[in-house]
């Protein structure tokens, strides 16, 4: 299992007043913990059959995407 460090730089870009007030970062592509990236989970049926049951976490993919969102606020005067 690999896992992914990135560092975000956290920096406000152009703003207008009344305009966007969010950033959004994504990072895409990490492997669903729930199937182990494999996108279904073996079930058994009542005749005890064994079958592939979509992954209910990742929908199927074995991926996951993160998005984060940053909110921007006015600073407080203190
Ligand atoms: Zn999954």
């Known amino acids: 299992m690999s896992k992914e460090r990135r560092i975000i730089e956290i920096a406000p870009g152009t703003m207008s007043p009344g305009g966007r007030m969010t950033d959004r970062i994504e990072s895409r592509g990490h492997r669903c913990p729930y199937c182990q990236g494999n ?28 998005v984060i969102t940053i909110e921007w606020k006015a600073g407080s005067n203190s």
């Open 39 to 66: 996108g279904y989970l073996w079930q058994e049926d009542e005749w005890q059959e064994r079958y592939k049951k979509e992954c209910p976490i990742c929908k199927g993919s074995g991926r996951l995407d993160a």
